[in-house]
């Protein structure tokens, strides 16, 4: 059995695409999927499964959200290594004493032709980012809803991502080493 950290984006936010997490655990075990453990609400799971390519796997999770729920959201599928280098590859160290300011963005494919100069002039003079692989990196002191670089991240890289905070990305790498 193969280790996956599941990303959905864009469930339960807004009041829209509504799934519990005891719905979304049934699905799984459905799909095979087991010793499955949700956190929060907005679509955070770790599971294990036989299937050893994450873009199959995220396509029979999405196609099945579709056919039970009647939406297909987005769905980035990680391995536990790329989570553990993720958090190690951490550049801003010091964000991690106020965690809900520090927001990792997992991008679904290598960014091409970024336009980090446009990313300097839309940030505030406290925020600080990075790209390193495929993890968009932002420390936004403010907090990220009153960031104008946060709002303009996945057009700016011009590749779908999903955002977690330094808090879920801790609580993902326990559940996942459990």
């Keep these: ?32 999927c087991q010793n499955v453990e949700t956190y929060i609400q907005s679509g955070n799971v770790v599971l294990q499964h036989s299937e050893s390519n994450p873009r199959v796997l995220s396509k029979q999770i999405a196609n099945e959200v579709r056919v039970g729920f009647g939406f297909q959201p987005h769905i980035l599928v990680l391995t536990l290594a790329q989570l553990q280098r993720a958090a190690e590859n951490n550049p801003f160290p010091g964000a991690q004493a106020d965690p809900k300011t520090l927001h990792l963005y997992f991008l679904a494919a290598p960014a091409e032709n970024i336009t980090f100069d446009i990313m300097e002039q839309i940030k505030k003079d406290n925020e600080a980012f990075k790209l390193i692989e495929q993890v968009f990196y932002l420390h936004a002191p403010d907090g990220i809803g009153r960031s104008k670089l946060a709002e303009k991240v996945e057009k700016l890289l011009a590749v779908p991502t999903t955002a977690r905070n330094w808090n879920t990305v801790n609580k993902l790498l326990t559940l996942a080493s459990q």
Excluded: A, C, S, Y
């Design 1 to 32: 059995m193969n280790h996956w950290i599941v990303l959905f984006r864009g469930i339960n936010v807004g009041g829209k695409n509504i799934v519990t997490m005891k719905q979304l655990k049934e699905m799984l075990f459905g799909l095979g």
